[in-house]
């Protein structure tokens, strides 16, 4: 049954969704590439990125039953997520620091932070949104002693690489997420001072 007047349907955004979320940066064969923490997703440089639902039903007998539709539905917990909260944007980029050796086959270098343009369908979730397509509007790459492990690459070689995606990047020299915070939310206060 469908929700009548458009109740629990997705919103129709006219501005691309701004959101936070982390990235792994990962060697790419033409350089750094930014890759999702959570599923395995390399993001291509000036193109969007466009969600696909990779969930499948199983009724525990026989092959999985494989069932269609566009990414994301509201049925489902496919889409490409961003958070409204930094803190918890930070959060993640603790864990996949850690965490992480490689991604997809390819050495992780290091990790980033950034906000995130979402469009297309978007769907409003807990901690945030989940849409359609998504590309990257600025990042923020992390200090090699973020994460307290080698990296192969320093934060300001991995911008410049990561230049390529056409967006303003930034090397942050920052060692802990309460340092990522200040400096950011420094940031965003100090430009809503200046455009008033």
């Given amino acids: 049954m469908r929700p009548a007047d458009g109740v629990g349907s997705a919103p129709d955004y006219i501005e691309p969704v701004k959101g936070w979320r982390t990235w792994l940066v990962v060697q790419g064969h033409d350089g750094a590439r930014l890759a999702s923490v ?13 969600a696909e639902c ?29 958070t409204w909260n930094l803190d918890r944007a930070t959060q993640i980029a603790d864990c996949a620091t850690a965490r ?34 998504a590309y990257p509007a600025r990042i923020f790459v992390l200090s090699p002693s973020y994460g307290r492990r080698a990296q192969v690459a320093s934060a300001e070689e991995l911008a410049v690489d990561l230049s390529g995606y056409g967006v303003p990047v930034e090397a942050l020299a920052c060692t802990s997420s309460a340092e990522i915070r200040r400096l950011l939310e420094g940031e965003w206060a100090d430009r809503a001072d200046r455009a008033a």
């Fill in 38 to 50: 959570s599923f395995p997703a390399l993001w291509p440089r000036r193109r969007r990125l466009s």
């Fill in 54 to 82: 990779g969930r499948g039903f199983h009724t525990g007998a026989g092959p999985p039953l494989r069932v269609e539709h566009r990414a994301p539905s509201a049925d489902c917990s496919c889409g490409i997520y961003a």
């Fill in 100 to 133: 992480f050796r490689d991604c997809l086959g390819r050495a992780v270098l290091g990790a980033a932070l950034g906000q995130v343009s979402l469009w297309g369908t978007v769907v409003e979730c807990a901690h945030g949104w989940r849409a359609g397509f």
